[in-house]
């Protein structure tokens, strides 16, 4: 039995703790800046809570990393360096320098680096794709993909709105559909984004954004994203358009995805995530594939290289909005196995 140690007790921690329950391994060990919250994770998981990942990595054998993104980094490189397998929130890190780091140092330590992209996991964004790989749409040229929700808030450490420590809604939100996109058409080698509250400080009450993505294959992706709906709202949508046919999903018009709210412990603010429940949670199919990729070796739908790639896209959207120009996106050779 495989001994986890998780970083971060709030809505992701718990999440992934729930999906740790359906495995046999043992949620053993938590870290958090939150007393309180590391308590309550720590009795209803039965874990040992530990003031730093310094501290908790010799007793434990895989780190999940749920805590904000900016932090990522630093977590990774050090759980590496003591040879631990790794399972990293998306998005993988702040920057692309950062990430190409992160990457680069896991294949040199020779432990597994596993993003948590839980789009590819839905099912039915992994139905279309299958569709599309089947041949059963023909030669596709368009996909649309949409995600709007509420803005998060947390009253302690609003850290998802702010700029400098999340990347903002494209990188955090929006780059759930900038990963699929790359899943169903392939390598990106140019992108087009406009943002309508896009700045350095970042602190508006809203945000949405358009991006145009450019296939190497020539298959054109437009994405929609929003921080602007009113609560509890969280809608998505998938459209993939082919000589032979159109794949379409709107979860306003199916049941299958349906809001979730992941109140925090001590007070009534809260982080929407879409749900599943009339089948296996995504969050519990992703977990159960990567536990099995660390144990055996077996292969995942998400490589560390894929988290990487939604991150040299996602901030090439974000200077795309930024300069009003489009940006080119070059394949990151140094990182490539």
Request: include cysteine; glycine fraction near 6%.
């Amino acid at each position: 039995m495989k001994k986890v140690g998780v970083l971060g007790t709030g809505v992701m921690g718990t999440t992934h703790a729930e999906a740790w329950l359906k495995t046999d391994a043992s949620i053993f060990a938590c870290v958090s800046k939150d007393e309180d919250q590391a308590k309550q994770f720590s009795e209803k998981y039965h874990a040992k809570i530990f003031p730093d990942l310094e501290n908790m990595l010799p007793e434990v054998d895989i780190i999940d990393i749920c805590v904000p993104t900016f932090l990522h980094h630093k977590m990774v490189l050090t759980a590496a360096e003591a040879g631990k397998a790794i399972i990293c929130e998306k998005p993988l890190s702040l920057t692309v320098d950062e990430g190409v780091k992160m990457v680069k140092v896991c294949h040199e330590a020779g432990v597994k680096l596993l993003v948590g992209h839980v789009v590819r996991f839905f099912p039915e964004y992994a139905a279309a794709r299958e569709r599309v790989l089947a041949g059963d749409v023909g030669n596709i040229s368009v996909v649309r993909l949409s995600r709007e929700a509420f803005q998060p808030f947390n009253e302690k450490d609003n850290w998802y709105v702010d700029y400098k420590k999340s990347g903002g809604m494209i990188q955090d939100m929006m780059i759930h559909d900038i990963d699929y996109a790359r899943w169903v058409a392939g390598d990106v080698i140019k992108v087009f984004a406009k943002n309508i509250t896009l700045s350095t400080d970042f602190k508006a009450s809203f945000d949405h954004a358009m991006a145009i993505l450019t296939h190497a294959n020539g298959v054109i992706t437009h994405l929609e994203c929003s921080w602007a709906m009113p609560k509890p709202i969280f809608r998505t949508s998938i459209e993939i358009g082919g000589s032979e046919g159109l794949i379409r999903y709107d979860s306003e018009s199916a049941t299958p995805i349906n809001i979730s709210l992941h109140k925090n412990a001590e007070d009534d603010h809260s982080v929407g995530l879409p749900g599943m429940p009339m089948t296996e949670s995504p969050y519990t199919t992703q977990i159960k594939e990567f536990y099995d990729a660390i144990i055996n070796d077996t292969p995942t739908r998400v490589s560390a290289e894929d988290g990487l790639a939604a991150v040299q896209i996602a901030r090439a959207a974000i200077e795309s909005a930024k300069t009003g120009r489009s940006v080119e996106i070059h394949h990151l050779k140094e990182v490539s196995a």
